[in-house]
């Protein structure tokens, strides 16, 4: 039987923890991105990886070598009375069971994108959230880059004037013996684990961010996606073309077949006014430049951006920690996530549907 953890909650406060101090994460897939990534960034943010559950031999030394309690189970994880937070982490395919599970012991879930690996499975996880009421988020860290909330706040003071368009290419290299640990296996390219390649995995983070910084989600969407480079069933690179509510025009590149040497990490969005450039703004590392050009005058001018070299996992962490103490939710919202999910697959059934197509023979 699952127990839920200690709240400290004021009345009517659903998933809200008001006790004071560190707030302790439970991890459910403790592989490379919440190890080297994840779980450190909880701990800058002030709070404390307490458990994990991956089936890997390896993530579990790792964890205990680390001060983690390592459970066998998730039921385990979830029946141990400390863990106050839910980070999911694991192959996409079996985000569902653990996010619903935690919802419904009424811990807050913070799940790695996308959502899940198909709508239907991302539509359960939405609706254990409301059902509950218990907060959920699925992590778009790239939300919470420096960069990208300088961006948004100059576009949110007009200093593009008339924003037309915004154009991000997000892209890296991933060979098919590609594996974060020996006993680790590239799930990333196995459709049943991870839903797709290259469009699913990396298309996420460019969707929400054009929502995220025009307050102006995406609403028709076109695709295509290749198999060009890698002998592997998933997609290798993918192309969106995408039109948001209030008519700004978005295209994403994103691939698994762009040499890591290249450029392969910008992001623009051009108005009337000017044009903004991030450039390595997009990943797990912080950093990057933002340059503004003018329109008037052409020149292009370096951006000073306050606490430019934070993580955005850091950032995210603090976020979702203050969310769960009642603070600000804005960044993580089921339902928004879900169009997200079903976006994605708006694009691949239109990539399907073109390749279909006699005009494309």
Known sequence: ????????RPAGAVGVIAVAGPLNWGIVGYGWVARDFAAPAIQAAGHRVHAIHDPSATAQAAARAAGIVAHSSVDALL???????????TPNHRHRDPAVAALETGRPVLCEKPMAATVVEAEAIAAAAIRTGVLYGTAF??????????MRDMLRNGRLGTVTAIRICYACWLGADW????????????????????????????????????????????AL???????????????????????????????????????????????????????????????GSLILHDAASGQATPIAVENAHASPFTRQMNAFGEAVRGGPRDDFDAVRDLRTMRLLQRAYDQSAALAESPACR
């Not at 509510?245 to 450029?263: D, K, M």
Request: glycine letters at 12%; zero cysteines; a negative charge.
């Open 141 to 150: 860290d790239q939300r919470h880059h420096p960069s990208h909330a300088a």
């Open 1 to 8: 039987m699952h127990q839920a953890p200690r709240t400290g």
């Open 79 to 89: 029946a141990d009375p400390a863990v106050e937070i839910v980070y999911v982490a």
């Open 225 to 287: 996606v290749q198999h060009r480079v890698h002998r592997y069933a998933v997609d290798d690179g993918a192309m969106i073309l995408g039109r948001t509510r209030g008519g700004v025009l978005a295209s994403l590149h994103v691939a698994y077949n762009h040499p890591e040497s290249l450029p392969r990490r910008r992001l623009e969005v051009i108005g009337t006014g000017g044009m903004l450039v991030a450039e390595n703004t997009m990943g797990q590392e912080p950093g």
């Open 179 to 222: 594996s974060a640990t020996e006993d680790a296996s590239n799930w990333r390219i196995d459709p049943a684990a991870a839903g797709g390649g290259a469009l699913m995995d990396l298309a996420p983070h460019g969707l929400d961010l054009v929502h995220f910084l025009l307050g102006d989600p995406i609403e028709t969407v076109t």
